[in-house]
Protein backbone atom coordinates (compact mmCIF):
# COMPACT_ATOMS: atom_id res chain seq x y z
CA UNK A 1 0.00 0.00 0.00
CA UNK A 2 1.32 3.33 -1.05
CA UNK A 3 1.77 5.31 1.75
CA UNK A 4 0.32 9.07 2.87
CA UNK A 5 2.77 11.52 1.54
CA UNK A 6 3.10 9.66 -1.99
CA UNK A 7 -0.09 10.74 -2.56
CA UNK A 8 0.13 14.33 -0.86
CA UNK A 9 2.91 15.17 -3.84
CA UNK A 10 1.39 15.16 -6.61
CA UNK A 11 -1.71 17.17 -5.65
CA UNK A 12 0.13 19.74 -4.22
CA UNK A 13 2.73 20.36 -7.51
CA UNK A 14 -0.80 20.52 -9.41
CA UNK A 15 -2.01 23.39 -6.96
CA UNK A 16 1.23 25.35 -7.29
CA UNK A 17 0.95 24.82 -11.44
CA UNK A 18 -2.66 26.29 -10.64
CA UNK A 19 -1.52 29.26 -8.69
CA UNK A 20 1.36 29.90 -10.99
CA UNK A 21 -0.66 30.05 -13.94
CA UNK A 22 -3.04 32.22 -12.29
CA UNK A 23 -0.50 34.68 -11.21
CA UNK A 24 0.66 34.57 -14.81
CA UNK A 25 -2.89 35.61 -15.92
CA UNK A 26 -3.06 38.79 -13.65
CA UNK A 27 0.03 39.92 -15.04
CA UNK A 28 -0.48 39.53 -18.37
CA UNK A 29 -3.72 41.22 -17.80
CA UNK A 30 -2.47 43.92 -15.42
CA UNK A 31 0.56 44.50 -18.21
CA UNK A 32 -2.02 44.98 -21.18
CA UNK A 33 -4.26 47.17 -19.21
CA UNK A 34 -1.29 49.63 -18.07
CA UNK A 35 0.19 49.91 -21.62
CA UNK A 36 -0.84 53.20 -23.36
CA UNK A 37 -3.25 53.36 -26.51
CA UNK A 38 -1.20 54.58 -29.71
CA UNK A 39 -4.00 55.92 -31.44
CA UNK A 40 -4.89 58.19 -28.28
CA UNK A 41 -4.37 61.64 -28.35
CA UNK A 42 -1.39 62.81 -25.76
CA UNK A 43 -2.39 64.16 -22.49
CA UNK A 44 -1.98 67.38 -22.52
CA UNK A 45 0.81 69.13 -20.27
CA UNK A 46 -1.00 70.71 -16.89
CA UNK A 47 -1.50 74.29 -17.79
CA UNK A 48 0.61 76.69 -15.22
CA UNK A 49 -2.11 79.40 -14.57
CA UNK A 50 -0.75 82.80 -15.68
CA UNK A 51 -0.18 85.77 -13.45
CA UNK A 52 -2.95 88.16 -12.77
CA UNK A 53 -2.50 91.29 -14.53
CA UNK A 54 -1.76 94.47 -12.68
CA UNK A 55 -3.98 97.29 -13.15
CA UNK A 56 -2.00 99.85 -15.19
CA UNK A 57 -1.73 102.81 -13.15
CA UNK A 58 -4.08 105.98 -14.60
CA UNK A 59 -2.36 109.10 -16.07
CA UNK A 60 -1.47 111.75 -13.88
CA UNK A 61 -3.27 115.08 -15.98
CA UNK A 62 -2.04 118.58 -14.85
CA UNK A 63 -4.97 121.13 -14.12
CA UNK A 64 -4.13 124.39 -14.62
CA UNK A 65 -4.68 126.50 -11.79
CA UNK A 66 -6.98 129.51 -13.15
CA UNK A 67 -4.88 133.12 -13.42
CA UNK A 68 -6.38 135.62 -10.92
CA UNK A 69 -8.00 138.59 -12.54
CA UNK A 70 -5.84 141.22 -12.17
CA UNK A 71 -7.57 144.89 -10.62
CA UNK A 72 -6.77 148.08 -12.65
CA UNK A 73 -6.83 150.97 -10.36
CA UNK A 74 -9.06 153.17 -11.81
CA UNK A 75 -8.44 156.46 -13.67
CA UNK A 76 -7.66 159.60 -11.71
CA UNK A 77 -10.43 161.93 -11.04
CA UNK A 78 -12.92 159.13 -11.75
CA UNK A 79 -15.93 159.10 -8.97
CA UNK A 80 -15.90 155.09 -8.19
CA UNK A 81 -18.18 155.17 -5.36
CA UNK A 82 -21.44 153.11 -6.00
CA UNK A 83 -24.88 155.66 -6.12
CA UNK A 84 -27.50 154.58 -3.59
CA UNK A 85 -29.70 152.21 -6.23
CA UNK A 86 -26.72 149.94 -6.91
CA UNK A 87 -26.13 150.72 -10.58
CA UNK A 88 -22.36 151.12 -11.34
CA UNK A 89 -21.45 154.64 -12.32
CA UNK A 90 -20.96 155.86 -15.67
CA UNK A 91 -17.66 157.07 -16.76
CA UNK A 92 -17.88 160.28 -18.95
CA UNK A 93 -15.58 160.15 -21.88
CA UNK A 94 -14.55 162.55 -23.99
CA UNK A 95 -14.24 162.26 -27.99
CA UNK A 96 -10.79 162.98 -29.21
CA UNK A 97 -11.22 164.54 -33.05
CA UNK A 98 -7.61 163.91 -34.69
CA UNK A 99 -5.88 166.77 -35.42
CA UNK A 100 -6.15 167.92 -38.60
CA UNK A 101 -2.87 168.89 -40.36
CA UNK A 102 -2.13 172.19 -40.80
CA UNK A 103 -3.31 173.89 -44.10
CA UNK A 104 0.18 174.92 -46.56
CA UNK A 105 0.00 178.51 -48.04
CA UNK A 106 -2.23 179.11 -50.84
CA UNK A 107 0.75 179.21 -53.57
CA UNK A 108 2.22 176.07 -52.04
CA UNK A 109 -0.91 174.52 -52.67
CA UNK A 110 -1.47 175.67 -55.78
CA UNK A 111 2.42 174.39 -56.93
CA UNK A 112 1.74 171.11 -55.50
CA UNK A 113 -1.29 170.69 -57.92
CA UNK A 114 0.82 172.16 -60.78
CA UNK A 115 3.41 169.47 -59.67
CA UNK A 116 1.21 166.43 -59.80
CA UNK A 117 -0.17 167.77 -63.68
CA UNK A 118 3.21 167.34 -64.91
CA UNK A 119 3.95 164.14 -62.85
CA UNK A 120 1.26 162.97 -65.14
CA UNK A 121 1.90 164.16 -68.29
CA UNK A 122 5.20 162.84 -68.53
CA UNK A 123 4.22 159.73 -66.82
CA UNK A 124 1.45 159.07 -69.91
CA UNK A 125 -1.20 158.45 -67.10
CA UNK A 126 -3.97 159.71 -68.74
CA UNK A 127 -6.85 159.33 -65.66
CA UNK A 128 -4.20 161.10 -63.24
CA UNK A 129 -3.83 163.62 -66.40
CA UNK A 130 -7.65 164.55 -67.22
CA UNK A 131 -8.14 164.89 -63.80
CA UNK A 132 -5.75 167.46 -62.92
CA UNK A 133 -8.71 169.62 -65.02
CA UNK A 134 -11.65 170.81 -63.56
CA UNK A 135 -15.15 169.96 -64.60
CA UNK A 136 -15.35 174.14 -66.22
CA UNK A 137 -12.50 173.63 -68.14
CA UNK A 138 -12.42 175.59 -70.67
CA UNK A 139 -10.19 174.29 -73.98
CA UNK A 140 -8.14 176.71 -76.14
CA UNK A 141 -8.70 177.71 -79.80
CA UNK A 142 -12.32 176.95 -78.95
CA UNK A 143 -12.76 173.64 -79.69
CA UNK A 144 -15.10 171.23 -77.99
CA UNK A 145 -14.29 169.82 -74.58
CA UNK A 146 -14.58 166.05 -76.12
CA UNK A 147 -12.74 166.53 -79.08
CA UNK A 148 -9.59 168.09 -76.56
CA UNK A 149 -10.32 165.25 -74.83
CA UNK A 150 -9.01 163.38 -77.85
CA UNK A 151 -6.95 164.72 -79.08
CA UNK A 152 -5.07 164.55 -75.69
CA UNK A 153 -5.15 160.94 -75.73
CA UNK A 154 -3.38 160.80 -79.28
CA UNK A 155 -1.01 163.21 -78.35
CA UNK A 156 -0.05 161.99 -74.53
CA UNK A 157 -1.65 158.61 -74.69
CA UNK A 158 -0.03 157.38 -78.16
CA UNK A 159 3.36 158.65 -77.36
CA UNK A 160 6.09 156.45 -76.10
CA UNK A 161 7.93 158.74 -73.77
CA UNK A 162 7.36 162.64 -72.59
CA UNK A 163 9.46 164.51 -70.99
CA UNK A 164 8.29 167.73 -69.21
CA UNK A 165 10.23 170.07 -67.09
CA UNK A 166 8.95 173.33 -65.46
CA UNK A 167 10.88 175.99 -64.37
CA UNK A 168 10.50 179.95 -63.02
CA UNK A 169 7.01 178.95 -61.32
CA UNK A 170 4.80 181.65 -60.43
CA UNK A 171 1.30 182.11 -58.48
CA UNK A 172 -0.10 185.14 -58.45
CA UNK A 173 -3.82 184.41 -56.48
CA UNK A 174 -6.60 186.10 -57.30
CA UNK A 175 -9.38 185.90 -54.75
CA UNK A 176 -9.68 182.82 -52.10
CA UNK A 177 -10.53 180.25 -54.73
CA UNK A 178 -8.57 181.15 -57.92
CA UNK A 179 -5.01 181.70 -58.78
CA UNK A 180 -2.78 182.63 -61.99
CA UNK A 181 0.17 180.12 -62.53
CA UNK A 182 3.41 180.89 -65.16
CA UNK A 183 6.15 179.07 -66.05
CA UNK A 184 8.72 178.40 -68.71
CA UNK A 185 8.22 174.94 -69.80
CA UNK A 186 10.61 172.30 -71.70
CA UNK A 187 8.88 169.39 -73.40
CA UNK A 188 10.90 166.73 -74.80
CA UNK A 189 8.95 163.31 -77.17
CA UNK A 190 11.25 161.50 -79.09
CA UNK A 191 13.55 163.46 -81.42
CA UNK A 192 10.81 166.10 -80.63
CA UNK A 193 11.50 169.36 -78.45
CA UNK A 194 10.43 172.91 -76.99
CA UNK A 195 12.37 174.89 -74.71
CA UNK A 196 11.25 177.67 -72.69
CA UNK A 197 8.06 178.13 -73.98
CA UNK A 198 6.19 180.68 -71.67
CA UNK A 199 2.65 178.48 -70.60
CA UNK A 200 -0.12 179.98 -68.06
CA UNK A 201 -2.99 177.86 -66.37
CA UNK A 202 -5.56 179.24 -64.08
CA UNK A 203 -5.95 177.27 -61.45
CA UNK A 204 -9.60 177.11 -59.27
CA UNK A 205 -10.30 175.66 -55.80
CA UNK A 206 -13.29 172.98 -56.21
CA UNK A 207 -15.76 172.34 -53.34
CA UNK A 208 -13.60 169.41 -52.16
CA UNK A 209 -10.39 171.80 -51.67
CA UNK A 210 -8.68 170.50 -54.76
CA UNK A 211 -6.85 173.28 -57.10
CA UNK A 212 -7.04 172.38 -60.32
CA UNK A 213 -6.61 173.72 -64.06
CA UNK A 214 -9.58 176.02 -65.79
CA UNK A 215 -7.54 177.41 -68.12
CA UNK A 216 -4.23 176.63 -70.28
CA UNK A 217 -2.21 179.11 -72.51
CA UNK A 218 1.19 178.52 -74.30
CA UNK A 219 2.05 182.00 -75.36
CA UNK A 220 0.43 185.35 -74.07
CA UNK A 221 -2.48 184.65 -71.85
CA UNK A 222 -5.67 186.68 -71.77
CA UNK A 223 -6.44 189.25 -68.92
CA UNK A 224 -6.82 187.85 -65.30
CA UNK A 225 -10.39 187.71 -64.26
CA UNK A 226 -11.81 190.32 -62.24
CA UNK A 227 -12.03 189.61 -58.32
CA UNK A 228 -15.17 190.97 -58.05
CA UNK A 229 -16.32 187.92 -60.20
CA UNK A 230 -14.91 185.18 -57.72
Known amino acids: MASASNVEE ?33 MPATEQPSPPLEPAAAPQVAIATPAQPVEMPPPTGVDTATPAGGAAPAVATEAISPEKPPELPLDEQVEAAVETWRQAWSARDMVAYLDAYSETFTPPNGESFEDWVASRYRNVGGRKSIDVRINNLQVEPVGDDRARVSFTQDYASGSYRETEQPKTLD ?5 SGRWRINGEWQGKPPPLPSTSAS
Open 10 to 42: PKRNTWSLVIAMLLGLVAVTAFWTMRPDPGAAP
Open 203 to 207: MVRDA
